[in-house]
């Protein structure tokens, strides 16, 4: 920004799928919870503190399991998620968000996400 190189007023963002170094016949099926429990959790208890501010009674506690599902973890690169996607090749992959600046197209960010945020695979 110093130099004028980035205005930061128009940005653009995005997301690629890049292959990883894993081969796509070789990994172990395991079962994980969903992630968004923690997400869940931290909500569940800001309506409690809402609820409690304006007086109202608790809410009955969620008593459900939590959601779990399988997925392929490489044997080689743990990191890596399996995506399957139709019209797109199956195996592992990164997803890679980034940001870039519209005049330059300089790259202002980049969020690599690994296995939790990748298409969930179907076994």
Not at 12 to 20: G, P
Not at 67 to 88: H, L, N, P, Q, W
Not at 99 to 114: F, G, N, Y
């Amino acid at each position: 920004m110093k130099r004028g190189l980035v205005t930061g007023e128009v940005l653009y963002s995005d997301a690629t799928h890049l292959k990883a170094s894993a081969n796509k016949n070789k990994f172990a099926v395991v079962r994980v919870e969903v992630k968004p429990v923690e997400y869940l959790a931290q909500l569940e208890q800001a309506i409690e503190q809402d609820r409690a501010a304006e007086g109202k009674r608790e809410l009955k506690a969620n008593q459900s399991a939590p959601a779990t599902k399988e997925i392929k973890v490489s044997r080689s690169d743990k990191d890596a998620g399996y995506m399957v996607r139709e019209g797109k090749p199956k195996g592992f992959f990164y997803l890679d968000h980034r940001t870039v600046e519209s005049k330059h197209a300089i790259i202002t960010d980049t969020q690599p996400r690994l296995r939790q945020c990748m298409i969930p695979c179907r076994t």
